[in-house]
């Protein structure tokens, strides 16, 4: 849901959930509760994944891509999934809901005591009882919001992408599923603010951490 990193999702920020939110929050008891709760609507689930927080340089260029691959499904036949929030990769709710979608969103706990806002264009939001943001465990395995994540996917489109997007969607190539990556690099203004409170480099590279996992974005000579 988000550039992404392992301290916070995609760094959403911090501003109070709607009150229409009560409604549409479901609290499972844990990771496995969410997928048989999803599963049981019936429908496969086609997740993005990507920047959030620090949002895309180009976000024209990023609702095409994404308005592209949702062209190919028919809105009765799948649910659209991504991080419950509306920044960045959060781009995708509104665009599906506008074809006709379910949408649902998997999110952390931290971001409700965080106060994060859910995106209105989410039907559902399945809030996953977590200490982390997602990404690898302290064990080595997912975290339990990103075991939810790619346990519910059939498929997984990831557009861009931090350290948690990585995480999962290596993942899930690794159980079989089908996984697609389209480059596109994070708010190049927002990493560097980013970087310089953390007092560290200017970065260079704004493509993300998916790069290195994907032959599709080696230069020519490299593949």
């Not at 979608?101 to 965080?114: L, N, Q, R």
């Amino acid at each position: 849901m988000g550039a992404e990193t392992n301290s916070s999702r995609e760094q959403r920020g911090s501003t109070q959930s709607s009150a229409t939110d009560a409604g549409r929050i479901v609290r499972p008891a844990n990771a496995d509760a969410a997928i048989a709760l999803i599963r049981g609507a019936g429908r496969p689930v086609v997740t993005f994944v990507g920047f959030s927080g620090t949002g895309y340089e180009d976000p024209r260029a990023v609702a095409l891509a994404i308005a592209k691959v949702l062209d190919e499904f028919e809105p009765t036949s799948v649910m659209i999934s991504a991080g419950a929030t509306p920044e960045g990769i959060g781009a995708v709710y509104s665009l599906a809901k506008n074809r006709g979608f379910t949408t649902i969103g998997i999110v952390s706990a931290i971001a409700e005591k965080e106060g994060a806002t859910f995106s209105p264009h989410a039907d559902t939001v399945y809030v996953i009882a977590d200490d982390t943001w997602g990404g690898i465990a302290a064990d080595g395995g997912l975290s339990p919001t990103s075991s939810a994540i790619v346990g519910v996917s059939a498929e997984m489109i990831a557009i861009g992408g931090g350290d948690i997007a990585r995480d999962e969607t290596v993942a899930a190539r690794a159980m079989g599923k089908k996984v697609r990556y389209i480059p596109a690099d994070m708010n190049h203004a927002a990493a560097i603010a980013k970087a310089r409170e953390k007092r560290q480099p200017d970065p260079t590279d704004f493509r993300g951490a998916l790069p290195p996992y994907f032959d599709e974005t080696k230069p020519p000579a490299d593949k």
